[in-house]
């Protein structure tokens, strides 16, 4: 079994966000809900991994007993990674309350998990029919991991192994796929190879690896509903993925990992299906189409996707690119979190949609479960809402990884950032001075402990091969159609900058359905662009005196909604020079400028902004003519 990397994953708190990125999780934290879940909605509230006291099978406050679990997984991941990503010591404290009674729980029953510890059916480890065991464990564990890394705690590594290996104790010799159940909370259990890989990782325990590899031939052999990516489903080529989508996200990268680990060339297509499978399914703002289901269907401008895809989709292709090398899926997470996942929320998170699509003119304020509307606690399930505080920070997870010779690093995900790592056990830390996506130049400041040869690799984002290097020193530079390598003696201080020449493209798209016969939309560098349509809101409910509320969004008018695109009319980047770059999804800091045309072909003046400035917009535009 050789290295199952090609670059790794730094440790968290390796990488510190700076500028708009980190201002956003500030701002989340302390003026949107997700600090302050606990009074919002009860879900969070349960304590159960604590209490230890559900049965499977059994409602609680009418939900699924294991949907607190997830959520309560989510909440403390999410606060807990946005702590200590932002320096919030009254968070930080109260992350370490929480990580404390797991420890003690845990050393009591080597346990962590929400099930009561009894000898009936649906007590934990003893399951006829659906439960959410793996499920909720692998979401607590997540937090679990994320503050041992930041904190370096063994007491809490420790915890979180003893958890895992009970699990993997218990099914070794059987299959927990195979219970006789319909339900999501099966399939959901694919959550746990996020938690084996990650303890790989941080202990190099191939027995992590080797139950990973068990797993997922019991997944292969399982009953689960959401089956898209067994093995059999996966290597057929004109299957493309049906299910529900927030399970495909989530188990991403399983086929990657286990081909990984393995290198059966059967299991090396399936991989290369999963991401070949996903690019249909992708909608111009880079989610995936899914409306609960994704039912085979292309990703267009019309089609809705659900904010569970987006973050659940974020750590998986990270983990891809660690395996692979394969940098192009960066593009993906970005093109994804700058676009749709800043598309579907407030600039302060105080709420979300939890279904989006990209051309938007209107919200069904009645469709089923209002999963439409822009709310703090949607009633289909809190899910969304708090994963939309989970995206930034598992974004900046991928920002930077080291490669696994231990002679360089990898700027992966772009932003203002700062990375602390060492090279060949030297200390090595650079600065990325930036607005990007907002501005197409980089200035990285290197800092080792001491003259350090290593090389410095730059991704090239979204196919820009346009691009302008300046170097203060001698380097040998390197250049392929992904990456620009400097390699060198680094010293104290040695400045790299970087300007990428983004140019404005036009991406055809197919017919949809405010698209007739063929369309296009507009993006530049990471950025998809929108005609945006102006709103009023009123509130409609306030959870629990929380400050917090479902909202009432509509557009003023429509005008300009039917517009279309000549294909000879040109548009030009304009910059915002006066732009407030602390908050750049307040107010558009970037534009588009140029023509649309109207019903009698007549030109209109247009400016598109980016698609995360909007609420309603329309993204993709039909073309009267055609290239």
């Known amino acids: 079994m050789s290295n199952i990397y090609k670059y790794k994953i730094l440790s968290a708190g390796s990488i510190e966000p700076k500028g708009w990125i980190k201002e956003q999780m500030h701002r989340d934290l302390i003026h949107g809900y997700i600090g302050h879940y606990d009074k919002v909605h009860p879900s969070v509230t349960h304590n159960v991994f604590i209490n230890q006291d559900r049965l499977s099978k059994r409602k609680f406050s009418m939900r699924k007993e294991w949907w607190s679990g997830e959520h309560e997984g989510y909440w403390k991941d999410a606060i807990i990674r946005m702590a200590f990503l932002t320096g919030n010591k009254e968070y930080i404290n109260k992350s370490k309350e929480w990580i404390n009674e797991l420890k003690e729980i845990t050393q009591k029953y080597d346990y962590i998990g929400i099930y009561k510890n009894c000898e009936e059916v649906g007590c934990r480890f003893n399951h006829e029919k659906g439960n959410g065991e793996l499920w909720t464990s692998s979401r607590i564990l997540m937090a679990l991991l994320a503050y041992y890394e930041f904190t370096c705690d063994k007491d809490v590594l420790e915890t979180a192994e003893k958890a895992a290996k009970h699990i993997m104790e218990h099914y070794k010799a059987e299959n927990y796929f195979s219970v006789n159940s319909q339900g999501g909370g099966i399939s959901h259990g694919i959550g746990f190879f996020e938690n084996l890989e990650w303890l790989y990782r941080i202990t190099g325990n191939k027995e992590y690896l080797y139950f990973s590899v068990k797993l997922y031939e019991d997944f292969n052999k399982g009953n689960v509903r959401d089956d898209d990516l067994k093995t059999q489903n996966l290597l057929k080529e004109d299957k493309l993925f049906e299910n529900h989508g927030a399970h495909i996200a989530e188990g991403l990268f399983v086929p990657e990992f286990i081909a990984s680990i393995q290198n059966e060339k059967k299991l090396v297509e399936t991989a290369n299906n999963v991401i070949r499978k996903l690019k249909v399914h992708l909608t111009p703002g880079g989610a995936m189409r899914c409306n609960e289901w994704i039912k085979g269907r292309e990703g267009t401008s019309d089609e809705q996707y659900e904010y569970c895809g987006i973050t659940e989709m974020t750590s998986p292709l990270n983990k891809m690119i660690s395996f692979t090398g394969n940098l192009n899926l ?86 203002p950032s700062k990375v602390k790592t060492s090279i060949h056990n030297i200390a090595v830390e650079i600065t990325e001075e930036t607005d990007y996506p907002f501005s197409d130049e980089i200035i990285f400041t290197v800092t080792p402990f001491k003259p350090l040869k290593f090389s410095l690799t730059i991704r090239k984002p979204h196919a820009c091969q346009n691009i302008d290097v300046e170097l203060f020193s001698k380097a040998e530079i390197t250049e392929t159609n992904d990456i620009i390598s400097i390699d060198k003696i680094w ?135 055609y290239l």
Not at 336 to 361: C, E, H, K, W
Not at 381 to 390: D, E, K, P, Q, S
């Open 330 to 415: 960066a593009n993906r997470i970005e093109t994804m979190a700058f676009n749709a996942g800043q598309g579907a929320r407030f600039p302060v998170l105080s709420a979300m949609s939890y279904l989006t699509s990209d051309n938007r003119i209107r919200i069904k304020q009645f469709e089923i479960f209002k999963r439409e509307s822009y709310d703090a606690a949607h009633f289909a399930a809190v899910c969304c809402a708090l994963n939309a505080g989970r995206l930034m920070p598992y974004y900046v997870e991928g920002m930077w990884m080291k490669k696994t010779g231990d002679d360089g690093i990898v700027a992966v995900l772009f932003g």
């Open 491 to 625: 010293e104290k201080g040695d400045q790299l900058r970087v300007k990428f020449n983004f140019e404005i493209q036009r991406i055809n798209q197919p017919a949809s359905k405010t698209v007739k016969n063929k369309g296009a939309y507009f993006k530049r560098g990471a950025l998809v662009y929108a005609l945006p349509f102006e709103h009023k809101i009123k509130t409609v409910k306030e959870y629990q005196n929380s400050g917090f509320h479902r909202y009432k969004i509509t557009a003023n008018n429509s005008t300009g909604w039917k517009l279309r695109l000549n294909t000879n009319d040109k548009f030009k980047f304009i910059p915002n020079v006066n732009g407030n770059m602390q908050h750049p999804w307040d107010k558009p800091v970037v534009k588009l400028e140029g023509t649309l045309r109207d019903k009698k072909n007549q030109k209109q003046d247009v400016e598109l902004v980016p698609m995360g400035n909007t609420i309603f917009r329309r993204v993709s535009f039909p073309k009267i003519n």
